[in-house]
């Protein structure tokens, strides 16, 4: 599998609203697969590509596969030079304390380390300790003077963690897992496809949208403007299969295979088309786990609701510790979706 596009995905910056570099990278990566690449007005780069052989009245299959990890943005500059932020997405912030991270600047990309204001370990009371702090306690420390700091940085400059990509075991850790993974997958399965034939009877469309961690903004206008008949909300899900978790609260569990997505809070996939996709993954000896996700919501949502709705499901890889910058898969899983969306296209009539 291709491990090199994958930490180049990850460890490219991109929060929600900037997305750009990552939309830049994946517009490399693609040329050749697609027929057409057209980025829109909110910055979803939609990916299409006619049916092969050519055919009229052809299905519309939409992949969403979201570009932006979450993140911050400078919301102001003190006069110590000191740089406070503004969450774009979710944030258990007890996952923050003692971050490094880049502070993503027009003049370029700054070190810094991320902390929570108040007393250090030495001089701070039990009482101190045992706070959990806010996002809007925590600051950046550059290393610069105020005049420095002041300069470089200005409000709307964002913020991401510095953590590389690392293979650990079986497993993959890396920041921004979630989506980068879907983004692998909208080019890889592509791949996949063309290495089965390359034949398909559907019009294929990858959508790599825009700010789902802040509401599934991108993946709304991108369906709105696609259409499908059916979508496949790729994103990953969590695999809670560590200490301290009841079993029935897993979700997945790590080495079982892609998660066929049949629910969250934002949509209940189209029966039919899960058993479909179940039946295929049967056919071809790939491993999968139907899952439910109590909270949350992917971009599947977006394209079953837009215009006059389509018929959607969720593919799906379990990571554990989401929205950290530990975020870790299972190689076989990722491949495991991989294989059965090439599989689901290359069948798609």
């Given at each position: 599998?291709?491990?090199?596009?994958?930490?180049?995905?990850?460890?490219?910056?991109?929060?929600?609203?900037?997305?750009?570099?990552?939309?830049?990278?994946?517009?490399?990566?693609?040329?050749?697969?697609?027929?057409?690449?057209?980025?829109?007005?909110?910055?979803?780069?939609?990916?299409?590509?006619?049916?092969?052989?050519?055919?009229?009245?052809?299905?519309?299959?939409?992949?969403?596969?979201?570009?932006?990890?979450?993140?911050?943005?400078?919301?102001?500059?003190?006069?110590?030079?000191?740089?406070?932020?503004?969450?774009?997405?979710?944030?258990?912030?007890?996952?923050?304390?003692?971050?490094?991270?880049?502070?993503?600047?027009?003049?370029?990309?700054?070190?810094?380390?991320?902390?929570?204001?108040?007393?250090?370990?030495?001089?701070?009371?039990?009482?101190?300790?045992?706070?959990?702090?806010?996002?809007?306690?925590?600051?950046?420390?550059?290393?610069?003077?105020?005049?420095?700091?002041?300069?470089?940085?200005?409000?709307?400059?964002?913020?991401?963690?510095?953590?590389?990509?690392?293979?650990?075991?079986?497993?993959?850790?890396?920041?921004?897992?979630?989506?980068?993974?879907?983004?692998?997958?909208?080019?890889?399965?592509?791949?996949?496809?063309?290495?089965?034939?390359?034949?398909?009877?559907?019009?294929?469309?990858?959508?790599?949208?825009?700010?789902?961690?802040?509401?599934?903004?991108?993946?709304?206008?991108?369906?709105?403007?696609?259409?499908?008949?059916?979508?496949?909300?790729?994103?990953?899900?969590?695999?809670?299969?560590?200490?301290g978790v009841p079993e029935n609260e897993r979700v997945t569990v790590?080495?079982?295979?892609?998660?066929?997505?049949i629910k969250d809070s934002s949509f209940i996939a189209d029966h039919?088309?899960?058993?479909?996709?179940?039946?295929?993954?049967?056919?071809?000896?790939?491993?999968?786990?139907?899952?439910?996700?109590?909270?949350?919501?992917?971009?599947?949502?977006?394209?079953q609701q837009a215009a006059a709705g389509a018929r959607a499901v969720?593919?799906?890889?379990?990571?554990?510790?989401?929205?950290?910058?530990?975020?870790?898969?299972?190689?076989?899983?990722?491949?495991?979706?991989?294989?059965?969306?090439?599989?689901?296209?290359?069948?798609?009539?």
């Amino acid at each position: 599998m291709n491990v090199d596009l994958l930490r180049r995905l990850c460890e490219t910056p991109g929060v929600p609203g900037r997305e750009e570099r990552v939309r830049a990278l994946i517009e490399k990566e693609v040329e050749g697969l697609f027929d057409t690449c057209e980025t829109d007005p909110m910055g979803n780069l939609i990916c299409r590509r006619s049916p092969r052989p050519a055919r009229e009245g052809a299905p519309r299959v939409m992949l969403l596969c979201h570009m932006d990890e979450i993140g911050f943005y400078v919301s102001h500059v003190d006069d110590k030079g000191f740089v406070w932020i503004n969450a774009a997405g979710g944030f258990d912030t007890r996952n923050l304390f003692s971050r490094r991270v880049t502070v993503v600047t027009r003049e370029g990309d700054l070190p810094g380390v991320m902390n929570p204001g108040g007393r250090p370990v030495h001089i701070a009371s039990d009482e101190d300790r045992k706070k959990v702090p806010e996002v809007k306690e925590f600051f950046v420390d550059l290393g610069l003077s105020p005049e420095e700091a002041s300069q470089k940085v200005r409000v709307g400059d964002y913020v991401v963690m510095d953590e590389p990509l690392r293979e650990v075991g079986s497993k993959i850790v890396s920041k921004a897992l979630d989506n980068r993974v879907a983004c692998w997958l909208g080019i890889e399965s592509i791949r996949e496809l063309d290495r089965l034939g390359g034949t398909h009877a559907c019009e294929i469309v990858v959508a790599f949208t825009v700010q789902e961690e802040v509401g599934l903004r991108g993946a709304r206008t991108a369906s709105f403007a696609v259409k499908p008949d059916i979508g496949l909300g790729i994103d990953v899900t969590l695999s809670c299969d560590t200490p301290g978790v009841p079993e029935n609260e897993r979700v997945t569990v790590q080495g079982q295979g892609f998660g066929l997505h049949i629910k969250d809070s934002s949509f209940i996939a189209d029966h039919a088309l899960a058993e479909q996709v179940e039946q295929i993954a049967k056919e071809h000896g790939i491993a999968y786990q139907r899952c439910i996700l109590a909270r949350g919501g992917q971009d599947g949502a977006a394209a079953q609701q837009a215009a006059a709705g389509a018929r959607a499901v969720g593919i799906t890889v379990g990571t554990r510790y989401i929205h950290t910058v530990t975020e870790m898969i299972d190689r076989s899983d990722l491949v495991a979706a991989r294989d059965v969306l090439a599989r689901y296209l290359a069948s798609c009539s």
